[in-house]
C-alpha cells in the first residue's frame, strides 16, 4: 500500500504544489483508481447477481468466472489480516533478493489469471455473434467457453511482453486486473467487520510509513514498493530488463521528466471493497423495498441525503481523501500513508449517512436480513 510521491522534486515556486495537482500523472492516477473501483464493484454485484438467478433456475455449472467462489471476509479474517501483511511485507524487505524470482513468478501467474479475468466481458461481446459461444471446449486441465479461452490467450501474450519488456504501461495493466479481480472476488459482510478491517490497515498504513524508520533504519514500505526483481527469463535471455511488480500503478508525467505518481494497490483495493459492499447493499435495499415501509427519519425526509445513495456518498469521499492524499505529498515533499486519509473520508461519512437515515444498527450488524427477521446483537 504505497503512496503517490514525486520523484527529486525541486520547487519552482511556492505554487508548485498547485500546479502539479492537474499534472498528468495525477490526472491519471485519480481517474484510474476511481474507474478500477466503480467498475470492480460492477462486476461483484453481477457475479452475485449471476450466481442467484442460475442457483433459481438451474443446477448447472456456469462459466468459470462465476463457478469461482466469492470470499467473504469475517471478524476474525479482518482483525488478523494487517497483521499478516506486516510478516509479508518484513518478508520481502529482509528475503527479497533471496526469494525475488519466487515473487516474480508467483506474480506473473496471478497476474495472468488476473487480467484474463478483466479481459473476459470484452472477449463475451466478441465471441458472442458465435454460434457455439456457450459451448464448453476441452483446453489444458478443464473446459472452458470460447471467451474464457480468448480472453486467457490474450492475458498470456500481455504477461508474455512484460517480462520481456519490463514496461511500466503493461505493469500498470496488469495491476488493473488485480484489483479488479479482487474488489469483485472479496467482499465485506458488514459495516462491522468494514470498521475492523479499514481501522487495522489505517494503523498498519501509518506505522510502516511514519515509524519503520527508526526501527529498520528504512522506510520499509517505500523500499519494498520501489524494488525491482530479478527477471525469470534473465536465465535464457542476456540483458533482460528487472521487473517491477505490479503491486502499485506508477504514471510518469509527461510534463516533467523524472517525475511521476504512485499508489499502492491496497490504497485502491481496500477501500473499494468498502464501496463493493455499499453498493451491494444499495442494490439489497432497492430489491426489497416496500411500499408499507416505515418513512425516512424527519431528519432526512425530502433532503439531498435521502436521494444520494451510500455508493455515491463513498466514492465522493474516496475521490476527497486521495486528493487530500496527493496534496499532503506535495506539501510535506515525502511519502504518504495513503489509507491515513482515504479511511476517513470513506467511512466516516458513510457511517453518518447510515445514521440518518435509520441503517445503521443493520449495516453494523446484519445488513442483507429481512426486515421481518431479527437481526444479530
Not at 433459481?56 to 470470499?71: K, L, R, V, Y
Given at each position: 500500500?504505497?503512496?503517490?510521491?514525486?520523484?527529486?522534486?525541486?520547487?519552482?515556486?511556492?505554487?508548485?504544489?498547485?500546479?502539479?495537482?492537474?499534472?498528468?500523472?495525477?490526472?491519471?492516477?485519480?481517474?484510474?483508481?476511481?474507474?478500477?473501483?466503480?467498475?470492480?464493484?460492477?462486476?461483484?454485484?453481477?457475479?452475485?447477481?449471476?450466481?442467484?438467478?442460475?442457483?433459481?433456475?438451474?443446477?448447472?455449472?456456469?462459466?468459470?468466472?462465476?463457478?469461482?467462489?466469492?470470499?467473504?471476509?469475517?471478524?476474525?479474517?479482518?482483525?488478523?489480516?494487517?497483521?499478516?501483511?506486516?510478516?509479508?511485507l518484513l518478508v520481502m524487505f529482509f528475503f527479497f533478493?533471496?526469494?525475488?524470482?519466487?515473487?516474480?513468478?508467483?506474480?506473473?501467474?496471478?497476474?495472468?489469471?488476473?487480467?484474463?479475468?478483466?479481459?473476459?466481458?470484452?472477449?463475451?461481446?466478441?465471441?458472442?455473434?458465435?454460434?457455439?459461444?456457450?459451448?464448453?471446449?476441452?483446453?489444458?486441465?478443464?473446459?472452458?467457453?470460447?471467451?474464457?479461452?480468448?480472453?486467457?490467450?490474450?492475458?498470456?501474450?500481455?504477461?508474455?511482453?512484460?517480462?520481456?519488456?519490463?514496461?511500466?504501461?503493461?505493469?500498470?495493466?496488469?495491476?488493473?486486473?488485480?484489483?479488479?479481480?479482487?474488489?469483485?472476488?472479496?467482499?465485506?459482510?458488514?459495516?462491522?467487520?468494514?470498521?475492523?478491517?479499514?481501522?487495522g490497515l489505517l494503523i498498519y498504513d501509518v506505522f510502516?510509513?511514519?515509524?519503520?524508520?527508526?526501527?529498520?533504519?528504512?522506510?520499509?514500505?517505500?523500499?519494498?514498493?520501489?524494488?525491482?526483481?530479478?527477471?525469470?527469463?534473465?536465465?535464457?535471455?542476456?540483458?533482460?530488463?528487472?521487473?517491477?511488480?505490479?503491486?502499485?500503478?506508477?504514471?510518469?508525467?509527461?510534463?516533467?521528466?523524472?517525475?511521476?505518481?504512485?499508489?499502492?494497490?491496497?490504497?485502491?483495493?481496500?477501500?473499494?471493497?468498502?464501496?463493493?459492499?455499499?453498493?451491494?447493499?444499495?442494490?439489497?435495499?432497492?430489491?426489497?423495498?416496500?411500499?408499507?415501509?416505515?418513512?425516512?427519519?424527519?431528519?432526512?425526509?425530502?433532503?439531498?441525503?435521502?436521494?444520494?445513495?451510500?455508493?455515491?456518498?463513498?466514492?465522493?469521499?474516496?475521490?476527497?481523501?486521495?486528493?487530500?492524499?496527493?496534496?499532503?505529498?506535495?506539501?510535506?515533499?515525502?511519502?504518504?500513508?495513503?489509507?491515513?486519509?482515504?479511511?476517513?473520508?470513506?467511512?466516516?461519512?458513510?457511517?453518518?449517512?447510515?445514521?440518518?437515515?435509520?441503517?445503521?444498527?443493520?449495516?453494523?450488524?446484519?445488513?442483507?436480513?429481512?426486515?421481518?427477521?431479527?437481526?444479530?446483537?
Amino acid at each position: 500500500m504505497n503512496r503517490p510521491e514525486r520523484l527529486e522534486a525541486v520547487p519552482v515556486n511556492e505554487y508548485e504544489w498547485a500546479y502539479s495537482l492537474v499534472d498528468s500523472s495525477r490526472i491519471s492516477t485519480f481517474l484510474i483508481s476511481i474507474l478500477l473501483i466503480v467498475y470492480g464493484s460492477f462486476r461483484s454485484l453481477n457475479i452475485e447477481e449471476e450466481k442467484n438467478q442460475q442457483g433459481q433456475s438451474t443446477n448447472e455449472n456456469c462459466s468459470t468466472a462465476s463457478t469461482i467462489g466469492q470470499h467473504t471476509i469475517d471478524t476474525t479474517q479482518a482483525m488478523f489480516l494487517p497483521i499478516g501483511a506486516s510478516v509479508s511485507l518484513l518478508v520481502m524487505f529482509f528475503f527479497f533478493d533471496s526469494m525475488q524470482m519466487v515473487f516474480a513468478v508467483c506474480t506473473a501467474v496471478l497476474a495472468t489469471v488476473a487480467f484474463a479475468f478483466l479481459l473476459l466481458p470484452m472477449c463475451q461481446y466478441i465471441m458472442g455473434n458465435c454460434s457455439s459461444s456457450s459451448t464448453k471446449i476441452p483446453f489444458a486441465c478443464g473446459r472452458f467457453t470460447s471467451a474464457e479461452i480468448l480472453s486467457f490467450c490474450l492475458s498470456v501474450m500481455l504477461v508474455f511482453m512484460w517480462v520481456m519488456t519490463g514496461h511500466w504501461l503493461l505493469m500498470d495493466a496488469l495491476a488493473m486486473g488485480l484489483c479488479v479481480t479482487m474488489i469483485a472476488f472479496v467482499r465485506l459482510p458488514s459495516l462491522k467487520v468494514s470498521t475492523l478491517l479499514l481501522t487495522g490497515l489505517l494503523i498498519y498504513d501509518v506505522f510502516w510509513v511514519f515509524f519503520s524508520t527508526y526501527i529498520f533504519n528504512a522506510n520499509v514500505m517505500v523500499r519494498v514498493a520501489n524494488r525491482p526483481a530479478e527477471n525469470p527469463v534473465g536465465i535464457l535471455v542476456k540483458d533482460a530488463p528487472r521487473l517491477s511488480l505490479p503491486g502499485k500503478f506508477v504514471f510518469p508525467s509527461m510534463h516533467s521528466a523524472g517525475h511521476f505518481s504512485m499508489l499502492g494497490l491496497g490504497d485502491i483495493v481496500m477501500p473499494g471493497l468498502l464501496l463493493c459492499f455499499v453498493l451491494r447493499y444499495d442494490n439489497w435495499k432497492k430489491a426489497e423495498a416496500n411500499p408499507t415501509d416505515l418513512p425516512p427519519p424527519p431528519l432526512i425526509r425530502g433532503s439531498l441525503a435521502q436521494k444520494v445513495t451510500y455508493f455515491h456518498c463513498s466514492l465522493i469521499g474516496y475521490f476527497i481523501g486521495l486528493l487530500t492524499a496527493t496534496v499532503s505529498s506535495e506539501v510535506y515533499k515525502n511519502a504518504q500513508p495513503a489509507l491515513l486519509y482515504l479511511v476517513p473520508f470513506t467511512l466516516l461519512p458513510l457511517v453518518v449517512m447510515a445514521y440518518l437515515k435509520g441503517d445503521l444498527k443493520r449495516m453494523w450488524h446484519e445488513p442483507f436480513v429481512k426486515a421481518h427477521q431479527p437481526l444479530e446483537v
